[in-house]
Each structure stands twice: as C-alpha cells, then as structure tokens.
C-alpha cells in the first residue's frame, strides 16, 4: 500500500463525507462515515493503477464514497436483524408468559421458536452478515454476468475487471460483488440511474468478450 497516497488524500474523505452526510440522516455520527471513508481510501491506494487512464483522487473518490454506503448499509442491516430478533423473541416471551404464567426459560423460547440453543444463542450474539453468507448463484434469470461467472472463477472475473476501464470496472464490483443497488452505484458516481445501467450493460458485454478470448 502506498502510505504518501492515503496521507495525502485523507481531506478527501472529509469532503467526501460532508456532501454525503445528508443522504444517510441523524442516525449516523460524523467519524463513524469518515471511519469507512478511510477504509475506502486505504483499499483505493492499494488497488490503483497508476498505468491507467484514471487519475487516483477520481480512483479514490468512487471507492471512498463506495466504502461508505457499503459500511452505513451494513449498519443498518445489523440495526434491522437485531430489530427483528428482538421482536420474535418479545413476542415469544409474552406468549409463554400468559400461557406459563411465569417468565419463560430460554429452552422454552427455544421450544416454541423451534430452534435449537445453539441457534438461540448464536442469533443473541449475531450482529453483522460475513463473508461465508454471502453466495453467487448460478441461476439469475437472464443476467448476462452469470454466464460469465459458470466460464470462470471470482478471482478470474475480479482479475479481468481490473483490466478494464476503470469507471466500468468498479460498477460492476459495486454490483455484482459488494451487491449494492443501482440507485446506490448511481448516488457515488453523481449520474442518474439509468446511466449507471447503460454503463453495467456495456461492462458485461466488455467482461464477455475478454472471457471468451
């Protein structure tokens, strides 16, 4: 990694975050999104190439503001799991309470949620999806990126798309890798949705003929 880079561009975060602020709302403090903005800018001085035609305060501007919408998602998933829990377990507790008629155990939560102790305390403790949650199925309709996917691996694909251009290729990791919307990719590049589709189409059809070559 390239230290002078992420030294040298660490106001770009901050600025970088003062135009996102708004999007996100009270719930999310200043240095919680400047915290992923650094993450950004760090896998940014690490991945640039300086032989492309993409200069890196542009580079790390999409990865930056890809960090913190990946990050500020991730939050609000955890925030809406625990909700959820939370709630199927109140709901349990008050239910075994007015049929007991005492506080219920947790084996008896356990019973009537029909979930094992193990599963019951490992969804106490889960807070955050890993990486082993996530899956790239082989099956999805027809989405053409599929069809490149069953001709080689992920580590193949990620390989190619750093070969391309560099705009195209980070749509297509934001999508397709770091699963953000297109309403999200089109928020970090500051273009409208459709844009961001026509580009992603462009990018397959690009990542087809590499694949096929």
Sequence with gaps: MNENLVNKNLNLVYV???QMRG?????????????YGVI???????RFDPDKDCKFTTYA???????IVDGVRDEMWITRGIIRFR??????????????NEVPTALDICDYLDISLDRYNELNKRTAPTSE???YPLQSGDDPFYYVLRKDTLDQLLDLIERMDCRIGMILEFYYFEELSLKEIAQIFGV?????????TEGISELRDLVEF
């Design 40 to 46: 950004g800018l760090i896998d940014a001085a690490k």
């Design 61 to 67: 501007s999409f990865r930056v503001r890809g960090a």
């Design 192 to 200: 409208s949705v459709p844009m961001i589709g026509q580009l992603k």
């Design 23 to 35: 999007m996100f709302g009270a719930q999310f403090e200043f240095n919680d999104l400047v915290s």
């Design 16 to 18: 970088i975050v003062k």
């Design 133 to 135: 949650d996530t899956t």
């Design 87 to 100: 709630n199927k377990l109140n709901k349990a507790r008050h239910a075994l309470f007015t049929q007991l």
